[in-house]
T-cell receptor
């Protein structure tokens, strides 16, 4: 099996930066995904990392260190609409296993 | 132009009943999935089909039976519903092939199942 750990909740102010950490233990690693899920909606794809380093996509960036079993999702210039749950998911042996999600609350 | 659509969106029924949830994708993907998201928001894989063949079958009670009539459809039938089956069930699809590991899964809007 595998363990995926991420904080339960984080609060930040509009315009600020928030970093959501994710640690995992797995075998047969095929990549790490980040998804965003607004309350009552479907998860939507944000980013994918399979090699070490930083992937940047607009206000969102994701980092991976395979040797440390560690990833983070960086959200810059936070907007109210960024209030959502952020799910870290590890792909191994053809399966995508999700963490419990980090609820990000953006305050004015 | 919905990519992954599942019906119904809401399902309220009595314990012991049998119900089905349908899923269709028009993305041309070859792999489809069913996930269960419980009250703690933990999203867990149940089944996966690739080109109509079952490839992932997690530890799910055999009251749950998936069926894939073609690679664009994956339905979920649940027999003898129990209180613990109350959850949101998400269908998803992706393109899975060598060299396509980076392809993300696309999710439907979910079916909210409530057992009375």
């Amino acid at each position: 099996g595998q363990n995926i750990d991420q904080p339960t909740e984080m609060t930040a102010t509009e315009g600020a930066i928030v970093q959501i950490n994710c640690t995992y233990q797995t075998s047969g690693f095929n990549g790490l995904f980040w998804y965003q899920q607004h309350a009552g909606e479907a998860p939507t794809f944000l980013s994918y990392n399979v090699l070490d380093g930083l992937e940047e996509k607009g206000r969102f960036s994701s980092f991976l260190s395979r040797s440390k079993g560690y990833s983070y999702l960086l959200l810059k210039e936070l907007q109210m609409k960024d209030s959502a749950s952020y799910l870290c998911a590890v792909k191994s042996w053809g399966k995508l296993q999700f963490g419990a999600g980090t609820q990000v609350v953006v305050t004015p | 132009d919905t990519a992954v659509s599942q019906t119904p969106k809401y399902l309220v029924t009595q314990m012991g009943n049998d119900k089905s949830i349908k899923c269709e994708q028009n993305l041309g993907h070859d792999t489809m999935y069913w996930y269960k998201q419980d009250s703690k928001k933990f999203l867990k894989i149940m089944f996966s089909y690739n080109n109509k063949e079952l490839i992932i079958n997690e530890t799910v009670p055999n009251r749950f039976s998936p069926k894939s009539p073609d690679k664009a459809h994956l339905n979920l039938h649940i027999n003898s519903l129990e209180l613990g089956d109350s959850a949101v069930y998400f269908c998803a699809s992706s393109h899975d092939a060598p060299g396509a590991l980076h392809q993300p899964q696309h999710f439907g809007d979910g079916t909210r199942l409530s057992i009375l």
